[in-house]
């Protein structure tokens, strides 16, 4: 003979009253002291409370967005309405040459004696201390 469930509506309604104020189905389950596995196995085989948990999860959704829309309402509008407020405060610059073509870059770099000197000495002391090394 199978062991009788453990649900009944005061479980039932603590489930939803977490997943209401915001909590996921799983965390809801382990805080009313079911296993997650008997969660899902009462929704399949209790309708009404698989549609009061589908009511809680909408009524966290409302909550969720109000408090959102009140801590930060123009990033709650750029989530919730990206094509007309997604692009605040963001700029695209595009640069062109003559009639639209695109920007010729030329760089021309004039050599530095004292830097090419300088490069030539080092190499010459690298290879000078090189060559005491194996000498020694």
Request: contains cysteine.
């Amino acid at each position: 003979m199978a062991r009788p469930t453990k649900y009944n509506e005061d479980r039932a309604a603590t489930i939803c009253k977490y997943i209401a104020a915001g909590g996921n189905r799983e965390d809801a389950a382990r805080a009313a002291g079911v296993e997650v596995s008997a969660f899902y196995r009462w929704c399949k085989r209790y309708p009404a409370f698989r549609q009061k948990v589908m009511e809680a999860e909408s009524s966290s959704v409302i909550v969720t967005e109000r408090a959102a829309q009140k801590k930060d309402p123009v990033r709650w509008l750029q989530a919730k309405r990206p094509l007309i407020w997604g692009n605040l405060g963001k700029q695209t610059i595009e640069h062109t040459g003559a009639d639209g073509a695109p920007i010729r870059i030329a760089q021309t770099i004039e050599p530095d004696p004292d830097a090419i000197t300088a490069a030539a000495d080092a190499i010459r002391a690298a290879a000078l201390a090189a060559r005491v090394a194996n000498d020694s």
